[in-house]
């Protein structure tokens, strides 16, 4: 199956989770961030640690990424491809924007990629697992944040 060519119902659903997703972590919505979630979901985040599992660690994590991030949050979306096919599991995969203001108020961000395994339970479309992602230079090491779509 094509990215975006899934049932159009699951995808909508699934588009409005995403969009909710985004809005509570520009928001510093911890509550409404961890409601995007299943209670078991593993998180592969690109900072801190190698894995979380369950809700209660990674809501740990947002909670420190968001005291990071006083002065607010830089959370934007691009390029997002959704697969669904009916069933109880889908996938989408997306570019994320992602930074805030430094000390001085300036405005540091970077793209990010990310990878989202979704699945439907009784309460609608949640994420089971997140996997974000830095490229990086295999010969320094370094992450390559300057890099763009």
Not at 32 to 38: L, N, S
């Amino acid at each position: 199956m094509n990215p975006n060519s899934s049932v159009p119902d699951e995808r909508s659903a699934i588009e409005a989770l995403l969009k909710r997703w985004v809005q509570a972590a520009c928001a510093s919505d911890l509550d409404a961030v961890m409601a995007c979630y299943t209670d078991d979901l593993v998180a592969y985040d690109a900072v801190l640690q190698l894995q979380f599992r369950g809700a209660a660690a990674y809501r740990a994590h947002w909670q420190r990424c968001m005291e990071m991030c006083p002065g607010g949050t830089l959370f934007e979306m691009a390029e997002p491809a959704i697969v669904a096919d009916g069933g109880t599991l889908a996938f989408a995969h997306y570019l994320l924007r992602c930074g805030g203001p430094d000390e001085h108020g300036e405005l540091k961000t970077s793209w990010l990629r990310g990878t989202v395994g979704l699945r439907r339970g009784a309460d609608g479309w949640r994420i089971a697992h997140e996997h974000i992602s830095v490229p990086f230079d295999m010969q320094s090491g370094k992450a390559l944040f300057d890099l763009t779509p």
